[in-house]
Each structure stands twice: as C-alpha cells, then as structure tokens.
C-alpha cells in the first residue's frame, strides 16, 4: 500500500473541503503505539486511518515471525 492510498481515503477533507492531495500528509505517532493519521494541511484535522493500522499490525505480526528487527516501514508505503 502507498502513502497516496491512504491519503486518498480523506480526500476531500471533511472539515473544510480541501480535495488537493498534496496538501494532506500522513504521519504516524509511535508514542501512542504506533497510531496512524492523515492531517489535512488546510485545517489541521487528523484522521484515523484504519487501513494503515491494519499495515502497521501486518509489518508487526511478520516482525515477530521472523524476529527481524531490521524491517523498516517504508518498505510497505
Ligand atoms: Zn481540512
């Protein structure tokens, strides 16, 4: 899954109608256990992204199959 994926979910923003893609980022906050979130740059709302999460519990799942700690997210974005 790419980033653009994600982010194409939120697209146009909910908030204030923004609807350009490149004024949208994804970013995932690792203090709260790895919780996904695409923001809007127009109005600054941030969006739960379940269909990251499910990424991030997948990458989580193969890490302790294969016990590599090596495995760095971009690889699946
Ligand atoms: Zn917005």
Redesign the pocket.
Known sequence: MRIQEIIQEFVP?E????SDINNFYFHVFAHRGSEPYVK?C??E?EFYSMSAKEVLLRIERERKEKRSSGQVISKYF
């Open positions: 923003c908030v204030c109608g923004n809007c127009e109005c709302e």
